[in-house]
Structure formats: C-alpha cells, structure tokens
C-alpha cells in the first residue's frame, strides 16, 4: 500500500510538471526560461553550473520535483564524436586546407547526425555519460599562428578570415535547418587566447599572453565574432591569461566584449578545471571560493571540472560571503537551459523530428562516402615534377614504406572517435592495387622511430618501379598538452627517406601525414621526389581516398586535388618568433618577415589542372564606407583535367596610416571547373574588411586606396602554383 501512495506521488509531480509554463510551447522561449529557472532554489542552480562533464563523468543532475532529468553538456565533435562509434572524417586543420565552406558544413551536419543519433540511444536507456550529449565542444577556431604549438592539427588555419568562415559554416551545419530546433548545438573554442604553448616552454595552465588590444582585433577575436554571428550558443573560456587576467575570470573579454559588443546569447563553459588554475597556477585568487565568483561575475555559466569536486559548487558559499549575488547565479543559468529547450528537451516529442534519428545512421553508406570525399578535398599537392601525378599505368612492383604506411590509429589524429575496424583503411591497404607486387616496410618501431630498421627499406627501393613513401606523426608527438620541439620529423624518419632516396629508382612520392608544417625541404629539392601530398590525418577513408587522387580516375569521374596549405610552411625555425610571444609581428602570412621566403606559402597548391585568370572587374572602384565592393574574374581551366580551382582575393592597404596587415585574405571560392569552358566567379569584399582598426577610435573607415590580387595563390610568391594573379585597385571614401 505504501508504494503505491509512493508511486502515485510521484506520479502526481510529474504530472503537475507537465502542465507548468515552461513546458507551454505557445509561449516564448524567453518567457519559459524565466519560468522554469525561478523556480529552482540556489543550490539547484548551482549544481546545474557546477557538473559540465569533465572529470566528474556527470551529468548536471535531474531536478525531480519538476520532471526534468539530468543532461550531458561534454561531448567533443571536433571530427566525429569523440570515443564512440561514429564516422572518422578528416581532423580540422585538413578541412580547413580545403578552403570549402561547403565541405564542413556537410561533415559538421553528418557529425551532428550521428551525434544525435547517439543521444537518442543514450537517453532511451538513461545513460548519460560524456560523449552522449548534443552541446559539442566544437569547433575549435585559434589561429594557428606558431608551426610547433601542438594543437595545430585541432584548428581552422593561420588566417582569422579563414577561419571566421569555415567556423561559421561548421555551426550551422551542427545547428541543421529546422526553424525550430537545433540538431546539435556547437561551442566554438577557445574564446580569448590559446594558441601554445602546451607544455613547451611553460605549461599552458599558468601561461599569461600579452597581447595588445590591435591584434586581439584583428587577428584573435575575428573568427568568434563570426561563429557568434552564426548563432553558437556557446564559447568555452581559456586556461590563459590575458594581459594578468585569467581567461575564465574576464570581464572585459567575455561579458564586454563578446556578449555586450559582439551579441553573444549563449553560455560559457571552462576549460578543464580553468578556475581551479586561477587559484592554483596563476595564484590571481587567495581561495578557490574566490575564484568561483571570479568566474561567475565574469559571466561563465558551466565548469569543466578536473576533479570531483567542482570549483562552481563553492559558488553557495561565495553567494553567503557577498562574493557574487544570486540574481548573477540566476541570469548565468537562464543560457544553459535556453540551449537545452532549443534542443527540444521540453516540447512534446513528437514535434521534434530529430528524436527520431536512429543508431544506423552511424557508418551509413552515405557519411562513408562523405569521409573519402571531404578527405579528397583536403589533400595539398606540394610538389608534381613532371606530372608524376596521377599514376597513368598499373607498375609491377610497388614498395610502400614507412611508419604511417599501414598504420590506421595514427590516421586519425586528436579527438577521434572510436572507429569500427572494417571502416578504416590505411595507404598500404587503399594502395595495393596499383601494382602487381608490392613490398612493404615501417622501417620504424613507431611514429617515434627511436629504432631503425634500414634493411627492407633500402632493398625495397632499389628493387620498386615506385616508392610511396609514408611518414608522419600522431597526436602524442603533436597534440592537447604536447609541443613540439623542432621542425624535424620524429627519431629516423628523416634517415629513412635519404635511404629511400638513396636507394629508389624515380619516381617517389612522399605523403606526410602531420598536423603541422615539417622540415622536407630535402624532399623539395630532390630530383628523385616526383610528388609530395600532405595529407595531414584524413581520417577512415585514407587509403580509399589516396586511391582515388593519386590515380585520379574512379568510374569516369575525375578526382584532382585542389587543397590549399592552411599556414606558411617556414623554411627554418629562425623564420617564426618564439611561442611565448603574442604579437602577431612576423607571424602568419599577414605580417610575415623572413628571413627568405617560406617553404610554401599559405594557400598554396597545386592540380592536375592549369588555370589562366582574365577579365578582373570591380565594382564599384570608389566605394562609399560601409558598403560592399564585388569582384568578377574568369577563370579558365587549361586542362588536361576537369578540377576545382580555389580562387582567392587578398587586400593590401596602401600608404595606411594605421599598422594593418601586409596582406589579408578577404574572399574565397572553391568551384569545379570544366578544361576550355571559362567561368565568372563573383565574390564580395565586405564593408567590414575595409576597417582599419585605431588605438584610439577602435574599428573605423579612413580614405584612401587598396590594392586587390585575385588568382589561385598570393601574390609574388617564390614557389608558386604557375597560375597568373591578376592585380586591380578601388577607393574608399570615409
């Protein structure tokens, strides 16, 4: 009888529950979080603040008495959901060497597929761990602006406008196209500064980045702003300081800035125990108490903590110690439960049609082949000498060698989701068929390749009609908490190819399979080396994808690469200023100094195509500040294949009064183009990239002339992809 009196009160709540405000959908969302979020007593609050996934491995807990069960904030998306069985497409440094923002967009909409699909299955039997949920901890959007930062192979590029665009993209894909609700909500990171260093030469949990406000600006906020214009309903904050201030206690950087200036709505999340190392590593705080309302005062609304004890569940006492009020805990919760109503939690399911997403949607036949494509899209061709590329004829004897040759987990970079075996194939598995015989030899140990083994790789060279040659690294070598020290491949990996070219007949195809730029110049210059392709970590289908580009021919269908090196590629470490340093002097393509030239240029690459621009025309060529300025250009394919081309436009300011960048890019387009068949392809600089920034005034427009350059590289380049870069000017008129 008692537990019947038991169930039918609980029966009661949930019922009652079900009838309040918050669950009305005629009303707005804004008026339902209010409703619900009044409800709860602070220490609900708070406990809905303090458990963001993290260490903990939970939830923010359910709050029974109104029918509202727990929810998983920690999932990582960055390219397929991280540890679960879900597809591998290529890790982002790669997508952003596409240039596409298409290309993102429907990868980003595949991993939100599936990532719901997990979700769906995870709450139908009441699991909520991390990795379950649908607020994804991606994408992460710091410039890559030093080449030995180990999180290189995490990011969209050097390039904030890059960057900004394929951010942007990455969001709404997540977000999906309902006009009601969001598939997946995207958390565009890390807001502020992070860009290394990792471990070397400090540790990033008490590391302090002086930065000056000109190039927060115009090379570190940019690409936020974009994501928040997107719509993200959340950024993560930093383990850094900024200028002394901790990032996850900044005032200035996270209310005024990005919510006040730039409209950010969202939540903010830490990093990994982010206010715990304010205390503790930064020691800006006497207490973690301290810190906590810190944080909450600079209006973070989730922790990530890195124990079991979340700083945030210190925020009761900070509220009874006059630290932080509990109308500022109140406002702070009201984003996190905007996003999960936004995400259909409390409507009636039958509204929201992505709760009908099913677990077979992982793998399916449709994101495999979405894998191979975008990997395709993603692969820089660095070098063809003599058109080595693509492979004409079947050979003999083929050799594929090397620590990456066969080698599926390193494949796949940081943040990679669990992969089912039969899904991933490797280059020695997509590439056999290419030769009647092949020999194959990793030569090393590891990726690491502390020990050697010349034998099978020097008589294998000698005795192929081709080498390809595979060397890399893995995220332990260059990932979350591990830098890198130097530009040179890792142990003998270097020995290994002078053995190869020692040994080889021509040709010898290199394919380098790194997050970050490399010292191959020795492979540049070789007579021997025919082809280099960068490959970064593809992902699944790189051997399929390898297949498919290196012969470029799959059923009729031509397959050309066309990526564009996302950073500059130094020649020699002298050419980089130290990690430690913030300012953006010297740094990327946009202030770059020398010495010399850089081993390959940012944008650069090559096709199986030539390309001939013609018929540059800007309109208008005196533009009123404020408004937009269009360019058309043909672009002609040579031939002898079918190709996408990546158009790109670079300004100049001349004679500016203010310091801007030398170059910066400003539009992007990657089409498909047909041999002999011109195409106009129009893009359009926006008003906003005619601002120059003033230490006093901030963003403004000032008169004067700049230089535009449109072709399929930067303009002036020592190694170049021997396309013609048509050059014009226009005026602005402040």
Known sequence: MLLLIVVGCVTSIVQAAADLPFRNISLSWEDRVDDLVNRLTLQEKVYQMAFGGGATDKPVPAIQR???????????????????????????IGLSASFSKDVVYSVAEAIATEARAINNDATKHAQYGIMTGISCFAPFINIARHPLWGRVQEVYSEDPYLSG???????KGLHGRHPRYLRANSGCKVVGLYSGPENLPVARYSFNAIAS????RLSYFPQFKACIDAGTLNLMCSFYSLNGIPGCTHKWLLTDVMRKEYGFKGYYVTDWGAIDYAYTDHHYYNSTVEAAAGAANAGVNLELPQSSSPAYLLLTTAVLKGLVTEATITELVKPLFYARMRLGEFDPPQLNPYLSIPLSVIESEEHQELAILAAMKTFVLLKNDDNVLPLKLKVQTLAILGPMADNLEDLYGNYAPAVMPQYGKTPRQGLQSLATTMDYASGCDDIFCKKYNETDIRKYSASADLVIVCLGTNYKYEGEAVDRPGLALPGHQ???LADVLENAKRPIILLLFTGGPYDISVAKNSVKVGAIVHCFFPGQATGEALRRILTADVSGVVNSPAGRSPYTWPKSIEQVPPMVNYSMEGRTYRYFKGPGQPLYP????????KFFYSNLAINPTTVKAGDNVVVNVTVTNSGPFDSDEVVQVYTSWRNCPVLMPQLQLVAVDRSMTKVNQPMVISLTISAEQMRVWDDNKGFTYISGFIDIYVGGQQPNQETSTGSNVLQGQFQVIA
């Open 66 to 92: 109104l029918g509202i069960g727990p929810y998983q904030f920690d999932t990582e998306c960055l390219h397929g959901v991280l540890g679960m069985k879900s597809t591998s497409f290529p890790q982002a």
């Open 165 to 171: 665009l394929l951010a942007a993209a990455y969001v």
């Open 213 to 216: 406000e000109r190039d927060l």
């Open 494 to 496: 270097e020995q290994l």
């Open 602 to 609: 940012f944008g650069y690459g090559l096709s199986y195509a």
